[in-house]
């Protein structure tokens, strides 16, 4: 069975830094792509950001390009996402999710994750 683990979350003020982490075990090879998501309360979750494990190519959402980075350990299949200049805009829960797509050139949407984790707070004060 596959299991994705967060780890990372916490409280910050605005212009902090958080790094997340995500370790995915049960899989028997190399996650395709693995992402992060965020929802906050009364909206729909969005993606934030990917990356595909062949290649190693990134995407993120435009509300983060330039302040948060994601990066893979392959052969671990864990994924990170450092996240630099947080606004409280930023405040959600963040979900680790890795899907079967090998590669595509941009974020995918929710429906195409197979696995997903708990999620981690992350929660930015002005």
């Known amino acids: 069975q596959v299991r994705l683990e967060e780890s990372g979350g916490g409280s910050v003020q605005a212009g902090g830094s958080l790094r997340l982490a995500c370790a995915a075990s049960?899989?028997?090879?190399?996650?395709?792509?693995m992402a992060w998501f965020r929802q906050s309360p009364g909206k729909e979750r969005e993606g934030v950001a990917v990356i595909y494990s062949n290649g190693g190519s990134t995407y993120y959402a435009d509300s983060v390009k330039g302040r948060f980075t994601i990066s893979l350990d392959g052969a671990e299949n864990k994924v990170f996402l450092q996240m630099n200049g947080l606004k409280p805009e930023d405040t959600a829960m963040y979900y680790c999710?890795?899907?079967?797509?090998?590669?595509?050139?941009?974020?995918?949407?929710?429906?195409?994750?197979?696995?997903w984790g708990q999620g981690t707070q992350v929660t930015v004060s002005s």
């Open positions: 999710a890795a899907g079967k797509t090998t590669w595509a050139h941009r974020l995918l949407p929710p429906r195409e994750y197979n696995y």
């Open positions: 049960g899989y028997p090879h190399r996650m395709p792509n």
